[in-house]
């Protein structure tokens, strides 16, 4: 007894004076600094006048930009030079009476918004609509164009063999698909190429990976690829990239937020998979801020649908907020794409002093900024400790370890069996993020309050979740020993509008014969893993034992009976004999 006070009481001075003190030091000297730094701060953090550009700047290069290329296209299919500020001052007007929409930072129009410009506004004679409206989407300045035909959208494949690989055949398809504001997304799907076929009503899983990670993080190596996992459930598994990370590579964005990829990379994928598979909705599956990215989404489309009625946020917010989020009709028609929501280790708020990680990122995003680099250079900072010699054996003392709780990934007795996993995965995995996804995650860190859109809404997602559809069920996945991802974050349960709410603590696999997953829509269950920390949820003993099977009964109960006789609704058992009885 006495043995077992004094290695606790050991272990909580050892954490103190390599974890809980520096943390609590770095972040007094991060606030001291920044007391100098009044006139750039914003909730505490530093904001760079060349990351955070304003409204009125970006409206106006869309103006530009949208003007030069009318200008030429009407030069062009008519000869008439109308005067470029005589263009700009259309926009403007139209853009303020609401007629036009700046979509993030362009102005993309539809074929029937070219036609009144260039009809009423610029009265151009009608019989030189037609090559207009042509040179409009071969200049792709037409939703219909950008969307219609993203070519290439299958543009290259491998095939992985068993022999090769001992665990099963395997297609990998690249596919590419254009955001509405024009940008192009690529991604990849995992098939069995012994368990599905085109057109068969299995479900289909698109997996959001997390901060600093690419879809890698899922696909790791034969050994270690939840993708992998559930293709060999005969499931299509999709991986998902925002701009700039993973296949995406080579098209980063600095601006790039959590409201970037919720608005316009991640509903790319969702669309996409719902299209090319005539009507099958998607479970979205994500570690994380994955997880937080793929709830966002799908909680814009809801406050999309009736943003008139929400009173959390006045009418200026409301008309900010209606720049970026889709039409009432189109939001509700993208809510019936999603089938369900997966979500592990997927913060709502953060304790910034609970690990020494958060205010060294604190730092790292700031000095960032300070050099002038267009993203926080987390991957080339991971490198450092997974390559250089001394800081490689030093890595891999404190993560077999765990030397003060300085492990925040994983939690050694789960990986046994493989002492460098976590070298193995910085290498894998990690992705530098974007200078304004790191400003809006600090922002979250420092204080305390969760994710606020960017986009001068103000908008705290944590404060709407009343207004999740209640049809879309959610399970959330939690470990007891996780610091980035505190297990208070399920105090926010209590406030989604779904009428059945369980709690599951699960301390060994013999507890999973207690669960039992039905198909019902409005539903929220949190599963809180004994002794999981970050990445246990995905790879390890306790994901092999616990998670997987769990998410597998998931994905099964809630797909019950889909079918394509269904039209794309949801068509849970219950649901069909509604509808049945009705007629």
């Not at 007894?1 to 001075?13: A, E, P, Q, T």
């Not at 406050?303 to 917010?317: F, K, N, P, S």
């Not at 105090?491 to 060994?508: G, M, T």
Request: glycine share 6%; with cysteine; aromatic share 10%.
């Amino acid at each position: 007894m006495i043995f077992k006070k004094w290695r606790n009481l050991s272990s909580s001075v050892v954490r103190y004076l390599v974890n809980d003190g520096p943390a609590y030091l770095i972040n007094g000297s991060y606030n001291a600094y920044s007391t100098f730094y009044r006139g750039q701060l914003s909730l505490g953090l530093p904001v760079s006048k060349e990351l955070i550009v304003s409204q009125k700047e970006i409206k106006t290069r869309a103006v530009q930009k949208l003007a030069l290329v009318l200008y030429h296209m009407f030069l062009n299919a008519t000869g008439l030079q109308i005067p470029r500020d005589e263009i700009k001052a259309v926009i403007y007007d139209e853009l303020k009476k609401g007629r036009l929409r700046l979509t993030e930072n362009v102005i993309l129009l539809t074929e029937d918004e070219l036609a009144y410009l260039s009809l009423k506004r610029f009265k151009v004679p009608k019989k030189h609509l037609k090559g207009v409206s042509e040179i409009g989407r071969r200049r792709l300045i037409l939703r219909e164009a950008v969307r219609a035909n993203p070519v290439p959208i299958y543009f290259e494949n491998e095939i992985e063999e068993k022999e090769q690989n001992g665990r099963g055949d395997y297609e990998i398809v690249h596919y590419r698909n254009f955001t509405d504001e024009g940008n192009a997304i690529g991604f990849r799907r995992i098939i069995s190429m012994e368990g599905v076929t085109a057109g068969d009503d299995r479900p289909a899983v698109v997996l959001v990976p997390g901060f600093a990670n690419s879809s890698n993080c899922f696909n790791i190596n034969n050994r270690y690829s939840l993708a992998k996992d559930i293709a060999d459930k005969n499931v299509w598994a999709y991986l998902f990239d925002s701009r700039g990370v993973g296949v995406n590579a080579g098209r980063f964005d600095p601006l790039c937020t959590v409201d970037t990829i919720s608005d316009y990379d991640l509903p790319t994928l969702t669309r996409f998979v719902h299209k090319r598979s005539h009507g099958k909705p998607s479970f979205l599956l994500g570690h994380s801020m994955g997880g937080l990215v793929s709830e966002n989404m799908i909680l814009n489309w809801s406050l999309a649908r009736q943003l008139d009625d929400i009173d959390i946020v006045d009418q200026g917010q409301k008309e900010i907020l209606a720049r970026s989020l889709p039409t009432p009709d189109a939001a509700e028609k993208y809510l019936k794409m999603v089938r369900c929501v997966i979500s592990l280790a997927s913060p709502k708020f953060f304790h910034k002093n609970s690990h020494i990680f958060f205010p060294v990122s604190l730092w790292l995003n700031h000095l960032s900024r300070v050099f002038r680099f267009q993203k926080v250079p987390i991957k080339e900072v991971s490198k450092l400790f997974t390559e250089l010699p001394v800081l490689k054996q030093i890595s891999r003392f404190v993560w077999q370890h765990n030397v003060g709780d300085l492990n925040f990934l994983i939690s050694p007795e789960n990986h046994k069996n493989d002492k460098h996993f976590v070298e193995l995965y910085l290498k894998e995995a990690t992705e530098s993020i974007p200078l304004g996804l790191g400003f809006q995650c600090l922002k979250a860190i420092y204080n305390g309050e969760g994710f606020k859109r960017m986009d001068g809404s103000g908008l705290n997602y944590s404060d709407c979740l009343a207004w999740f559809p209640d049809n879309i069920p959610i399970f959330h996945f939690w470990g007891t020993r996780d610091n980035i991802v505190p297990l208070e974050n399920m105090r926010y349960s209590k406030h989604y509008p779904h009428k059945i709410k369980k709690v599951y603590h699960i301390k060994s696999p013999g507890d999973l014969r207690k669960i039992n997953i039905t198909a019902e829509c409005s539903q929220l269950v949190d599963f809180v893993i004994e002794g999981a920390n970050h990445l246990d949820l995905l790879y390890g003993k306790v994901a092999d034992e616990i998670v997987k099977p769990l998410l597998m009964q998931i994905v099964e109960n809630i797909w019950g009976d889909w079918t394509y006789d269904s039209s794309c609704e949801w068509s849970g058992r219950n649901e069909r004999l509604k509808r049945q009885k009705k007629a």
